[in-house]
């Protein structure tokens, strides 16, 4: 069994940066395509960037691309992501998500395991 566990979340202002991590435990994160999904309250979880199993792929949602960036180091069984140039709509909970297949997916349900999500609050 997977777990996954997210941190690194807070409260930032606009225009300010956060890192999250997700620290993976159980299996080896070189098994999995990663993702980072996104949910505000009183909306529909949301993708938001993925990673392919090797690393060689990245997709971003429109709202993140030029802004976040997902990155993995497997040697630590770490997945990260650097969150620039912070707007009050990224406000929400943040979710990593392992899959288990060699491509990205910016689908949830592809998904297997999620970790328990981290509170991110970006004020104006």
């Known amino acids: 069994q997977v777990q996954l566990v997210e941190s690194g979340g807070g409260l930032v202002q606009a225009g300010g940066s956060l890192r999250l991590s997700c620290a993976a435990s159980?299996?080896?994160?070189?098994?999995?395509?990663m993702g980072w999904f996104r949910q505000a309250p009183g909306k529909e979880r949301e993708f938001v960037a993925t990673?392919?199993?090797?690393?060689?792929?990245?997709y971003y949602a429109e709202s993140a691309k030029g802004r976040f960036t997902i990155s993995r180091d497997n040697a630590k069984n770490m997945v990260y992501l650097q969150m620039n140039s912070l707007k009050p709509e990224d406000t929400a909970v943040y979710y990593c998500?392992?899959?288990?297949?060699?491509?990205?997916?910016?689908?949830?349900?592809?998904?297997?395991?999620w970790g328990q999500g981290t509170q991110v609050t970006v004020s104006s």
């Open positions: 998500a392992l899959a288990n297949q060699y491509g990205s997916s910016s689908y949830f349900h592809e998904y297997d395991y």
């Open positions: 990673m392919s199993r090797s690393g060689g792929s990245t």
């Open positions: 159980g299996r080896s994160l070189s098994s999995y395509a």
